[in-house]
């Protein structure tokens, strides 16, 4: 899990939904929650700031230093929330 948010490009991003649904694709299972946890517990090495809700919020306790990451890589915002229709990242389109 941790190697696909890795392979998200700065300025893009992804839902813990979408990654939980590209994990299921190769391991079966996974789900939203599932990704938050083990970013909360192993996430610090990662690019964690570019997984967000499926509303586009960013990950919760940590909006400020998030949305300071994303607006130093140039990921589109509307407002508080990323904007992931111009942001989405998905590995199978590698968009």
Do not use: K, Q
Request: contains cysteine.
């Amino acid at each position: 899990m941790l190697e696909l948010v890795e392979r998200i490009p700065p300025g893009r991003a992804m839902s813990y939904g979408a990654v939980a649904d590209a994990l299921a694709e190769r391991s079966g299972r996974a789900s939203p929650r599932l990704v938050g946890s083990i970013l909360a517990r192993h996430g610090g090495g990662v690019p964690w700031h570019r997984v967000v809700t499926s509303a586009g919020r960013l990950p919760p306790g940590h909006e400020l230093s998030a949305r300071a990451r994303l607006l130093a890589e140039g990921t589109p915002l509307c407002g508080d929330r990323v904007d992931l229709r111009a942001a989405g990242w998905s590995p199978a389109r590698g968009m």
